[in-house]
């Protein structure tokens, strides 16, 4: 890759947080990990390229955290996905 993408993962499950954040460095991406999705919306969500959501966390949501991604990064397109 000639520019290391940006991405931000949050989920409340650490350990899952934690594979996913090695995983995604290990093929080269800079990863930015947070436990707390409150903590997340502290971030200039602009730096990012891609947001890795949880849907299932307690206080804010995967969803309303990527509402409020949006509404901050201004996107012409997005993508939302829940497994």
């Known amino acids: 890759m000639s520019e290391r993408y940006c991405i931000l993962c949050v989920d409340d499950n650490v350990r899952c947080l934690e594979a996913r954040a090695a995983l995604l460095e290990e093929e080269g991406y800079s990863v ?3 436990s707390c999705p409150l903590m997340a919306l ?3 969500v ?3 390229h891609v947001a890795v959501l949880d849907f299932d966390m307690p206080a804010l949501n995967g969803f309303h955290s990527y509402y409020v991604c949006v509404q901050h990064m201004h996107l012409s397109r997005s993508c ?4």
């Open 46 to 48: 602009t730096k990012f």
């Open 42 to 44: 502290e971030f200039d």
């Open 80 to 83: 939302c996905s829940a497994v």
């Open 32 to 34: 930015t990990a947070v």
